[in-house]
């Protein structure tokens, strides 16, 4: 019996043998007249556009990609919770009615020793906050508790160094309760002499909040808390809580990084040192903001300058990936000089977690410059030392690093 043809239907091809892949019939395809991403009539009068569409979201996704820097390290608080989870405690803020010039440590000091001396002359009477604010600036803190609990009830101040020595154990065994119990008292106080320690006292709230620690974990009570010590940007209230509210809106679970500029912006206006390597570093990868090569290079060096150690690992790889190789190992190596992180962050008031990452990247870099003698003289057993010191100080980092260099990116 003789087989009936199928006659093809408007718009198609001839029915031709089967084939793996694109349909050779289809308008655009393979063996098609018609080139391909022109526009096909449809039965209904439509047009076909499904090429140009997809050629269309894939330049529209390449422009949105981010440049991420080869050794994997982004923002403060942009990798996990746990990064910058150990924050530390907002400092005694300055008493108003005290002279602003009289705030210094030093000066604190010489004026608890003054007191002291004209109170064994029988010229003084006693002034526990102060020996007590003495002892605690020199370490001596069992003798500071001492002190402070003598009137707790009566000065706020006492009250304040008291819920930070509990809270992170400072001359007593930890209680993160009894250091919880005194900020909300300073917190929800009417008295004139509590209002300067409001912001501080949120803040530290906030990280107990956050870290769980006192209280319930709750990361939306910790953003409220801090958002009330950040006080909109005042700089008399919490530069700490500004700066933190920048790592916190950096973090995966709240990501937002134009409020993350916002705040970082705020507390480096405010004379916060981290929040000054982190601006650099939003500029430089367009994170938040528009990318600005020039103004994150002006915010990495003022924060090199000022002993931001994250900023010099960022401003080394800067210079190092642009082939300004003299300029990233004579960096390197001031950034690598010091070796006690947590003296570091003392000092700077930086977190100790991107302080060793800092140093892990600039270590690298001048590994490799010793390594392949760019910008300084060859030394392969002195640059193995320093590819060790990067795995020592961050683990992450120099894998990241070592993978851009094995694929020959760096």
Same mark, same amino acid.
């Given at each position: 019996?003789?087989? %009936?043809? #199928?006659?093809?239907?408007?718009?198609?091809?001839?029915?031709?043998?089967?084939?793996?892949?694109?349909?050779?019939? %289809?308008?655009?395809?393979?063996?098609?007249?018609?080139?391909?991403?022109?526009?096909?009539?449809?039965?209904?009068?439509?047009?076909?556009?499904?090429?140009?569409?997809?050629?269309?979201?894939?330049?529209?996704?390449?422009?949105? !990609?981010?440049?991420?820097?080869?050794?994997?390290?982004?923002?403060?608080?942009? !990798?996990?919770?746990?990064?910058?989870?150990?924050?530390?405690?907002?400092?005694?803020?300055? =008493?108003?009615?005290?002279?602003?010039?009289?705030?210094?440590?030093?000066?604190?000091?010489? /004026?608890?020793?003054?007191?002291?001396?004209?109170?064994?002359?029988?010229?003084?009477?006693?002034?526990? @906050?102060?020996?007590?604010?003495?002892?605690?600036?020199?370490?001596? *803190?069992?003798?500071?508790?001492?002190?402070?609990?003598?009137?707790?009830?009566?000065? @706020?101040?006492?009250?304040?160094?008291?819920?930070?020595?509990? *809270?992170?154990?400072?001359?007593?065994?930890?209680?993160?309760?009894?250091? #919880?119990? *005194?900020?909300?008292?300073?917190?929800?106080? =009417? $008295?004139?002499?509590?209002?300067?320690?409001?912001?501080?006292?949120?803040?530290?709230?906030?990280?107990?909040? *956050?870290?769980?620690?006192?209280?319930?974990?709750?990361?939306?009570?910790?953003?409220?808390?801090?958002?009330?010590?950040?006080?909109?940007?005042?700089?008399?209230?919490?530069?700490?809580?500004?700066?933190?509210?920048?790592?916190?809106?950096?973090?995966?679970?709240?990501? =937002?990084?134009?409020?993350?500029? @916002?705040?970082?912006?705020?507390?480096? =206006?405010?004379?916060?040192?981290?929040?000054?390597?982190?601006?650099?570093?939003?500029?430089?990868?367009?994170?938040?903001?528009?990318?600005?090569?020039?103004?994150?290079?002006?915010?990495?060096?003022?924060?090199?300058?000022?002993?931001?150690?994250?900023?010099?690992?960022?401003?080394?790889?800067?210079?190092?990936?642009?082939?300004?190789?003299? /300029?990233?190992?004579?960096?390197?190596?001031?950034?690598?000089?010091?070796?006690?992180?947590?003296?570091?962050?003392?000092?700077?008031?930086?977190?100790?977690?991107?302080?060793?990452?800092?140093?892990?990247?600039?270590?690298?870099?001048?590994?490799?410059?010793?390594?392949?003698?760019?910008?300084?003289?060859?030394?392969?057993? !002195?640059?193995?030392?320093?590819?060790?010191?990067?795995?020592?100080?961050?683990?992450?980092?120099? $894998?990241?690093?070592?993978?851009?260099?094995?694929?020959?990116?760096?």
């Amino acid at each position: 019996m003789q087989q %009936r043809r #199928v006659p093809a239907r408007a718009g198609q091809g001839r029915p031709g043998p089967r084939h793996s892949g694109r349909d050779r019939s %289809r308008p655009g395809g393979a063996g098609s007249s018609a080139p391909a991403g022109a526009a096909a009539a449809l039965p209904c009068g439509r047009t076909r556009t499904r090429t140009r569409t997809r050629t269309r979201t894939r330049t529209r996704t390449a422009r949105q !990609v981010r440049p991420e820097p080869p050794s994997g390290a982004g923002l403060p608080g942009e !990798v996990s919770r746990r990064c910058w989870m150990a924050l530390r405690s907002e400092r005694l803020p300055p =008493d108003p009615a005290v002279p602003a010039e009289n705030h210094s440590h030093v000066r604190l000091l010489a /004026k608890a020793e003054e007191s002291l001396l004209r109170r064994e002359a029988g010229e003084d009477f006693p002034a526990p @906050f102060l020996d007590g604010q003495r002892y605690y600036e020199q370490g001596l *803190y069992e003798e500071a508790l001492k002190q402070f609990e003598k009137i707790k009830d009566t000065d @706020f101040q006492a009250m304040y160094q008291l819920g930070v020595m509990y *809270y992170d154990g400072l001359g007593t065994k930890k209680d993160p309760e009894k250091g #919880v119990e *005194y900020m909300n008292k300073i917190l929800s106080s =009417d $008295s004139p002499e509590a209002s300067h320690l409001k912001f501080a006292a949120a803040y530290n709230l906030g990280r107990a909040y *956050y870290e769980g620690c006192g209280v319930k974990h709750s990361t939306e009570e910790a953003e409220r808390l801090w958002l009330t010590a950040a006080d909109h940007g005042n700089p008399k209230a919490s530069v700490k809580a500004q700066s933190t509210l920048g790592m916190l809106y950096s973090m995966p679970i709240l990501k =937002d990084l134009k409020k993350a500029f @916002f705040w970082h912006s705020k507390a480096c =206006d405010n004379g916060n040192l981290e929040s000054q390597g982190a601006l650099g570093i939003m500029y430089l990868y367009g994170q938040g903001i528009r990318r600005n090569t020039k103004a994150a290079l002006e915010h990495l060096r003022k924060a090199t300058q000022l002993g931001n150690i994250y900023a010099q690992g960022h401003l080394v790889e800067y210079y190092y990936t642009r082939k300004f190789y003299s /300029k990233a190992a004579a960096l390197a190596k001031r950034a690598t000089k010091n070796d006690d992180i947590n003296k570091q962050a003392k000092i700077s008031d930086c977190h100790p977690t991107y302080i060793a990452k800092g140093a892990a990247m600039a270590a690298f870099y001048l590994a490799r410059c010793l390594q392949l003698g760019r910008g300084i003289e060859k030394d392969q057993n !002195v640059a193995e030392k320093y590819y060790s010191k990067a795995c020592y100080l961050d683990p992450a980092v120099a $894998s990241h690093l070592q993978l851009a260099a094995n694929l020959g990116t760096i």
